[in-house]
């Protein structure tokens, strides 16, 4: 029997791999130029760590879906200490099962249609901030706005107080979750660990005051406090205060980052902008006459602005890759995937193949008039460890882009055609935008 061989490819340098020629320019032109010279699957080391990079369609799919008990998700220690070791996303099984099913019920199509009003309160708010012509950098905008909405989601409605220390300790630990960990004193990691602690000091006093009200709410800490598992267990203050955080962590750059990039297409298309203005001041107009807020069927009847944003989440693909383990050998099509060895399937390839998307450099909403093709479109990842909050990220942005366009106009400041990763794709400086109320006469 034939022996399967290691994918083709370069391990660059020792140790360090080619962790330089991805960091140091697009790494989308890293992962096109290696596909056009390997194929659709390829070997390279990044970070010390020796890899499988996947570009096909059935690649992902046998990763993530068909054979996902063969991978397992993999995050860099210094990243799970911030987050905390309890967290969802670093685990699988029957524990990944059981925190899923709490998390994804806080998160369902049942539970946010009820939030439309207040996430449409915080929209407002975020956007009546930036009004008055000031430049304002738009991704830090809408990282505030994503923070509130997660708040809510999380804690429902919360004191001002809480608020204020968490989101100033969130930040801190965010800024050390993207820097080298180096445990100095002094550098953004060692900030962050402190920063970490004082969160979990916060929460252990939240979820003491809500145990000793006795309140049975529908946010997520309700659902992580009320669970007990088949032997009538509960979950620690640690497990709580980790999902907690892995939650807001999850729900704040990639959205934020898909909104600035929204914001950017819509300037860059002004065609678009005015159909998406049409579709949206008509709704407003409907609700000023009735008196009425902006609800949940209005949101899910937004037809052209749906697909733009499909369109913004397939052209920015703010989730370029993900990260798995194989936990043993694997055979894929010939090819030898090692046990221990990092595979990360490459979504940003797939949704830029014309093979599935025609002219995939031109920003075309109407290509989503019709519904791509199986495991081509996957802006939340896909199978047991997709975003489980991507119902809830597609309502913030609508109702986001419906305060936007039916009360805005705003104009992109300078050339911005660069993109900054960090480790998300953002326009250049966070996009630097102003913003002005149109007249409502």
């Given amino acids: 029997m034939k022996r399967a061989k290691l994918p083709p490819g370069s391990m660059g ?17 890293f992962f096109a130029s290696k596909q056009k010279r390997y194929g659709e699957i390829f070997k ?30 993999t995050y860099p220690k210094s990243k799970e200490k911030l987050i905390g070791p309890e967290a969802l996303f670093f685990h699988q099984g029957d ?18 249609r009820n939030l439309v009003a207040d996430i449409d309160t915080i929209s407002a708010s975020a956007l009546e901030s930036c009004h ?21 989601i999380v804690f429902g409605h919360l004191e001002t107080h809480y608020r204020e220390e968490l989101r100033k300790n969130y930040f801190k630990v965010e800024k050390g979750y993207n820097s080298f960990p180096t445990n100095l004193p002094g550098t953004p990691y060692r900030k962050a660990l402190q920063a970490r602690k004082k969160l979990s000091e916060i929460l252990s006093v939240i979820i003491r005051e809500k145990k000793e009200k006795k309140l049975i709410e529908k946010d997520l800490v309700d659902s992580l406090l009320n669970s007990k598992d088949e032997n009538g267990e509960v979950l620690t203050e640690d497990q709580i205060a980790d999902n907690i955080i892995g939650v807001l962590f999850a729900a704040q750059d990639t959205t934020a980052s898909a909104m600035t990039w929204i914001i950017k297409f819509l300037h860059d298309n002004p065609k678009l ?33 749906y697909n733009v944003m499909l369109e913004s989440l397939r052209m920015a693909s ?41 002219d995939p450099q ?25 975003c489980p909050g991507n119902e809830l990220a597609k309502l913030e942005m609508l109702v986001m882009i419906h305060n936007l366009v ?20 953002v326009p250049m400086q966070g996009l630097p935008t102003r913003f002005w109320k149109e007249s409502t006469s």
Wanted: proline share 7%.
């Fill in 13 to 29: 340098w020792p140790f360090i791999g080619e962790t330089l020629q991805l960091y140091s320019r697009d790494p989308n032109i």
């Fill in 44 to 73: 390279t080391n990044i970070l010390g760590c020796p890899c499988v990079m996947l570009a096909s369609r059935e690649a992902v799919r046998f990763v993530l879906v068909t054979q996902a008990h063969l991978f397992k998700p």
């Fill in 95 to 112: 524990k990944h099962i059981r925190l899923r099913k709490l998390i994804q019920g806080t998160l369902s199509l049942g539970a946010i």
């Fill in 132 to 152: 008055g012509g000031h430049i304002i950098n738009t991704f830090r905008q809408m990282k505030k706005f994503s923070f509130e909405v997660g708040i809510l």
């Fill in 273 to 305: 902008l005015e159909a998406v203005k049409a579709e949206q001041k008509a709704i407003r107009k409907q609700n000023e006459e009735e008196g009425k807020p902006l609800n949940w069927s209005q949101t899910r009847n937004m037809p052209f602005t």
């Fill in 318 to 358: 703010i989730i370029s890759f993900t990260f798995r383990e194989s936990v043993t050998d694997v055979e894929y099509k010939g090819h030898l995937i090692p046990k221990g060895w990092k595979v990360m399937p490459l979504f940003r390839n797939i949704h830029h193949n014309p093979e599935f998307f025609a």
């Fill in 362 to 386: 031109i920003f075309d909403p109407s290509r989503f008039e019709v519904a791509p093709k199986p495991n081509t479109f996957m802006p939340f990842g896909s199978g047991v460890h997709a």
């Fill in 406 to 425: 039916s009360k805005y106009r705003w104009e992109v400041v300078g050339s911005q055609s660069g993109i900054h990763y960090g480790p998300f794709p």
